[in-house]
């Protein structure tokens, strides 16, 4: 997991807040000691399944599979974002083992339109389901500052996005603590990139 996007899974599953997820990747690897079954496709998208007779463990990476599932449209005209070779940076993590079940989609996705261009098309995107939430540097820039479900800008112990404090990066997030929607909106070298993010934590965990 060395893309951006999957870096988003890392840090949504093992963030030292929460012991929980930790607690599951340990299950993980000691299960990969128990007999399991490994497979990984042989396509361009490196897909990676591991089935254990206690739960298992998926990454999928085909851009179009992970946005049909996201929950989010593409924005009109924009382009998958290559990580290097080809490899696009987008991810769909599932990871259930015994009564737990976690999800983190990832999309990344480049216009050349203008960020507030992008910013208004996910706002309404993102309205389906709830009020939306516009943060900067983990701090509401406008008003709703939560969303009826309870979530804020603050700070996340399951998942981190990757912004800049310096620059006019903006997140905008919908949904409750334990699923949430998020776009986290950028402009560098003359482009517009949007992460679409969606995450789904087992019961309880949100807490």
Sequence with gaps: MQTQARQHVVKAMTNPASGRPRALLALAAVLLLCGCHI?????AHDDVSIDTPLGGLSVKRDPAAVLGKVGLPSYPGAQP?????GNHDSANVDLSFGGYKLQVLVVKLRTTDDASQVQAFYRKALS??????????????????????GL????????TTDTD???????????????????????????????????????????
């Design 39 to 43: 497979s990984r496709s042989k396509d």
């Design 81 to 85: 974002v290559a990580e290097g070779k």
């Design 128 to 149: 389906q389901y709830s009020d939306v939430v516009a943060c900067h540097d983990s701090q509401p820039i406008a008003t709703p500052k939560n969303t009826g479900m």
């Design 152 to 159: 804020t800008c603050s700070k996340d112990k399951h998942v």
């Design 165 to 207: 404090e310096k620059s006019g990066d903006v997140e905008l997030k919908a949904g409750s603590p334990s699923r949430q929607h998020i776009v986290v909106i950028r402009t560098r070298d003359g482009e517009t990139t949007m992460d679409l993010v969606s995450l789904d934590l087992p019961k309880g965990m949100a807490d």
